[in-house]
């Protein structure tokens, strides 16, 4: 880091200020819809910040699999669910208890990596890019059994969520 | 094969038996009573087997103990054998326990059905009586304590379900508890000598045992009590032989026991199990000579017994009651010999008694199975009716008399000979008189019996000879009741194979050979006479009458013999004196201490306590997540705090 | 490149909201979006860890996790919104605070 700012470093915060603020957006935006184009954005901004860590690869999964599988599914839910929603009821109760606990969370965190003192390699130009092959590799080598399992159980889940959102037999 | 090396087939063939009958009994045809009895001829067969083998090993000098088995428990220096000895103690007791177990099993078939029809449960007495066998000859054949006191109780247990046989009869049911508890109170002390001996010795094999007491190692470790630990195991384990063979002042179980089939009668209460005792103090004789004052108590206890349990026999009316104070009487006979250390002649006596004590129940029975009536004053005149019940009756009787020349005068009379040589004249007289009372209440059974008028018509038309089913187990048994006592001579002995006679054969701390002596035969035969002499001048036909007077001219001494000493009274008047209202404490203990305070108070606390607890469990997730975030950053928290 | 400690703190903030999210929340649904904000924040920490060639996690190993814990998110996504439709369907909302059933 001895090197100054750099473009990399300055795409890095632009990412994370939009990830932060989308993020927010998504927890206290009134309108639900609204809230999960929020997530769809900060989604992306990962996607970006994965980018910058050099991991394409990832940064593809996200898009393809968050940003697109996941929020089509949960705007579904939110069409299925939306029967007589109200404004006002987007909150819970707790809601000043819930902000002062998760600030606590964050503080915490944020405390721990500070005090911690991180090795890591002196420039930046040590750090080898991740490379696709190698993470294939990986994967189909050394991964390939949980790989496999992993592929059971999203299948599994999937039937199970078809079974547990199929009307019943006597449900109509 | 070596048989004698095998000897647990004995064992284990009635085992398997009891298995399927006691799975498949009920759905057997004739209740599976063929497996039973295949058994007990399969176990007669085979001791013929292990007794070739085991005088095989005598005769080429490889000495008269063969010892073999597995570690049953094996536990750091813990260790319980599961081992089986065959010496010629335990061929004696194989010998009994199969032959009258094998004429009880046929005889069973008819006894147990009522006019060709299977008694309620005929399965079931099969199946206990087929575990008897198994329990009874694990117990024989056991070389250790621990095993034979797992059978001993297996016996007992198998004792108390066949007198709770006919367990619709309230008396069945007060008799079997009667049994199960009083020998339970023996048992305590055997388990406790036990492991006093266990203790001392660290072993829990006979042999060991036996070495270490004559070696004086059976101490307590800080040497307080001396030899007094010795005598004190030693009496622990006599307190169980004494429960088991209903010695006084446990016999009281032994009469009561009486409520059971007859056959039942024959085979636990008459010829195994209660000799169980006499085995027990037999196969660990050196001990008990070892231990000062412990044959004198086996003396004593034997003598008292013998003596009252004879005067009781004379009162009695019911025929297995007097059958069953005779047993009592004869086993004492036995410890007597025992506490003189003649081994051999208890032996022999206790295998002569089983066979004619066997046959005489047997012949009890089946007068009760075609009368139906076991009061002996309303029966009479029955042997011109059932000439051959009457023929064996008569003979086995002579024989308990001590008539020569039948095996119960032989086995008697030795015992006269080693009390003379081992005690002094005193309990020989004493002895003397009990074997004339035994004459004079058997002849005097026999007497009311099948002599004099038919005392009921109702009985004595009912009254013929049964089937050859019963009749020749009694048959069989008044046979062996002929022969087996001439095996005491040396030279029938030597003739069957026992090289140097039977008494030889059976191991004598000091060799006592078959003394026969002249006059002594003389003195106990004539007292025998004496006896039937006695009876006939008091009960035969009109004589009847002396009794009468005899019992009017003392009729409160009368009263005190027929009500068998009051000991039952006693006993009760203990159990509601003191036992009762001991229980009763403890009982209060148990539910208010134990239960309301140790274990209610408690589980009440914890009961309010989460009564009132549970209204944080609010149900609401939210809640939950709240509570999960504030404890991981309270934990987060005071980790950066603890940081270091 | 961002400095480590920087992608860290980012990561913080952003798994700090998540929770808020998921504390301050009502609807099934919405607390579903926070909690996937969460778990992408601990796989970007993972693909931090990995990149940094951290001593402990100096290895492709992070970013495998990464992917592993795309696909079960995957899975768990589609679990989850399955149960909320079902607990719509019996109580006709999606709103937490009225499902209180899960206690004594």
């Known amino acids: 880091m001895e090197d100054g700012v750099t473009a990399t470093q300055v795409v890095f915060w632009i990412l994370a200020v939009a990830m932060l603020l989308s993020a927010i957006g998504v927890v206290t935006v009134g309108n639900i819809v609204y809230a999960a184009l929020f997530f769809i954005a900060a989604l992306a901004s990962i996607a970006g910040v994965y980018l910058i860590l050099t991991v394409e690869f990832l940064a593809l999964v996200q898009l393809l699999v968050y940003g697109s599988a996941v929020v089509i599914l949960i705007l579904f839910a939110l069409m299925l669910t939306r029967a007589r929603e109200r404004p006002q009821a987007l909150f819970g109760r707790s809601r000043p208890l819930g902000i002062a606990a998760s600030l606590g969370l964050m503080a915490a965190l944020i405390g721990g990596i500070v005090a911690t003192t991180w090795t890591t390699p002196e420039s930046s130009a040590a750090i080898q890019p991740v490379g696709l092959q190698t993470i294939g590799d990986a994967i189909f080598t050394i991964w390939i059994v949980p790989f496999i399992i992993v592929g059971v159980l999203l299948s599994i889940a999937l039937d199970g969520a078809i079974m547990l959102a199929s009307p019943d037999e006597d449900d109509n | ?644 | 490149m961002p400095a480590l400690e920087h992608v860290l703190v980012v990561n913080a903030i952003l798994f700090g909201i998540g929770a808020m999210g998921v504390l301050t929340r009502r609807n099934a649904v919405l607390i579903l979006l926070s909690v996937e904000l969460m778990l992408n924040a601990v796989s970007l920490n993972m693909v931090a860890f990995a990149v940094y060639g951290h001593v402990d996690f100096g290895n492709i190993t992070g970013i495998v996790f990464a992917f592993f814990i795309i696909v079960i998110a995957a899975a768990e996504v589609a679990l989850a919104l399955g149960i909320v439709v079902r607990t719509f369907r019996n109580r006709a909302t999606a709103n937490v605070d009225e499902v209180n059933l899960l206690k004594w």
């Open chain 2, 1 to 644: 094969m070596i048989w004698a090396d095998h000897a647990w087939i004995l064992p284990a063939i009635p085992a398997i038996s009891f298995v399927v009958l006691f799975l498949f009994g009920r759905k057997l045809p004739r209740g599976g009573d063929f497996i039973s009895v295949g058994s007990a001829l399969a176990v007669f067969v085979l001791f013929f087997f292990v007794l070739e083998s085991h005088l095989d090993w005598l005769g080429a000098g490889l000495g008269g103990i063969r010892n073999v088995g597995t570690d049953w428990i094996n536990f750091d220096n813990f260790v319980v054998r599961l081992g089986f000895t065959v010496d010629s103690i335990a061929i004696v007791m194989i010998f009994v326990v199969s032959t009258v177990a094998l004429m009880v099993n046929i005889y069973s078939t008819n006894y147990l059905r009522h006019h060709g029809k299977p008694e309620p449960r005929y399965w079931w007495y099969f199946a206990v009586l087929s575990l008897f066998v198994s329990a009874m000859l694990t117990l024989v054949l056991a070389d250790n304590l621990l095993l034979m006191f797992v059978a001993w109780e297996g016996v007992g247990l198998c004792s108390f379900l066949l007198i709770g046989f006919y367990y619709e009869r309230r008396s069945a049911v007060e008799a079997a508890k009667k049994a199960f508890v009083t020998t339970r109170l023996g048992d305590v002390g055997l388990f406790i000598g036990i492991i006093l001996f266990w203790r001392a010795t660290g072993s829990f094999q006979i042999s060991d045992i036996i070495a270490a007491a004559e070696a004086g190692r059976v101490n307590d470790l800080p040497q307080v009590m001396g030899d007094g630990y010795l005598t004190l195991s030693t009496l622990m384990l006599f307190l169980g032989a004494a429960g088991k063979s209903a010695q006084v002042p446990f016999h009281v179980w032994l009469p009561d026991a009486m409520e059971g089939p007859t056959p039942v009668s024959a085979l636990i209460h008459a010829a195994t199990m209660v000799v169980a005792g006499v085995y027990l103090v037999a196969r660990l004789l050196p001990v008990f000579e070892v231990a000062p004052g412990a044959s004198n108590v086996v003396l004593a206890v034997g003598l008292t017994t013998a003596l009252l349990a004879g005067v009781m026999a004379l009162a009695q009316n019911d025929i297995k009651r007097v059958l069953a104070y005779s047993t009592v009487s004869q086993l004492g006979f036995m410890f007597v010999a025992l506490g003189v250390g003649a081994v051999g002649i208890a032996m022999f006596h206790l295998l002569t008694h089983a066979f004619f004590k066997a046959c005489l129940f047997l012949g009890s029975g089946s007068v009760i199975h075609m009368t139906e009536e076991q009061d002996a004053r309303k029966l009479g005149g029955l042997w011109w009716r059932m000439p051959v019940t009457a023929s064996t009756f008569i003979i086995s009787s002579v024989a308990l008399a001590g008539i020569p020349p039948l095996s119960g005068f032989f086995s008697k009379d030795e015992i006269f000979v080693a009390t003379l040589g081992g005690a002094n004249t005193v309990v020989a007289i004493l002895l003397g008189l009990a074997a004339f009372l035994s004459a004079l209440y058997m002849a005097r059974l026999v007497i009311i019996t099948f002599f004099g008028p038919a005392k009921d018509l109702a009985v004595i038309k009912r009254a013929r000879e049964a089937d050859p089913t019963i009749l020749i187990p009694l048959v069989f048994l008044t046979v062996l009741t002929f022969l087996v006592g001439f095996v005491a001579f040396d030279q029938v002995g030597d003739a069957l194979g026992f090289p140097g006679g039977i008494n030889n054969y059976i191991y004598f701390p000091e060799p006592h050979d078959f003394h026969f002596s002249n006059s002594v035969a003389a003195v106990t035969g004539t007292v025998s006479l004496l006896g039937f002499l006695t009876a006939w001048w008091f009960f035969w036909g009109r004589n009847s009458r002396r009794a009468q007077a005899l019992r009017d001219f003392q009729p409160r001494l009368a009263a005190v013999v027929e009500n068998k000493f009051y000991f039952d009274e006693a006993y009760q008047w203990g159990i509601d004196r003191a036992i009762l209202p001991l229980a009763r404490l403890v009982s209060w203990f148990d539910r208010m201490i134990v239960n309301d305070t140790g274990i209610n108070a408690p589980a009440d606390a914890t009961r309010y306590a989460a009564y009132w607890l549970r209204y944080h469990v609010t149900g609401r997730i939210p809640d939950y997540a709240l509570l999960m975030v504030v404890g991981v950053a309270l934990a987060g928290g005071l980790a950066f705090l603890l940081r270091g």
